[in-house]
């Protein structure tokens, strides 16, 4: 609860970056702890985090929306190339929707875990919003990221 400043300065942040139509990438940081969010006309699409325990396989996992034996079979005949994503809809392992789906709530969850961090540093760099990893397809705004 004594962090809340911090909390209100980065939604305050978030707010002013939709308000302004701003693309680029929002570098939030909190001790060793690191997030870039690609923020692309002022829309979160995806947030990278150095230290992350919510692999999209988990989500889906979770969700009933991946099949293990078939995730198995396909790893054993071949590595996963280009966004994981786009994998296991390829090999057949989930559905876009499913994908979709989960890397909204994976999203979600990142984005709710940065507002718990304590003594938080943040700064924005205008431009390529690429943070590494692939975007949620469909522009949620940060308000509708439930």
Not at 66 to 86: C, F, K, T, W
Not at 95 to 111: D, F, G, I, N
Not at 117 to 137: K, M, P, Q, T
């Amino acid at each position: 609860m004594n962090d809340l400043p911090g909390a209100v300065s980065l939604a305050r942040a978030l707010v002013t970056l939709a308000r302004g139509r701003s693309t680029g990438v929002l570098q939030v940081g909190s001790g060793f702890d690191v997030c870039r969010i690609a923020v692309v006309d002022g829309v979160v699409r995806a947030a990278a985090c150095k230290r992350d325990q919510l692999a999209l396989g988990d989500v889906l996992l979770r969700a009933g929306d991946l099949d293990r034996r078939s995730h198995l079979l396909a790893l054993a005949q071949s590595s996963p190339a280009g966004p994981i994503g786009e994998w296991l809809v390829r090999e057949g392992i989930a559905t876009r929707p499913a994908v979709e789906h989960a890397l909204r709530r994976q999203l979600l969850a990142r984005m709710l875990e940065l507002f718990g961090w304590h003594g938080l540093d943040y700064s924005f760099v205008h431009g390529h919003a690429d943070v590494g990893i692939a975007w949620v397809r469909s522009e949620e705004h940060t308000s509708e990221l439930q």
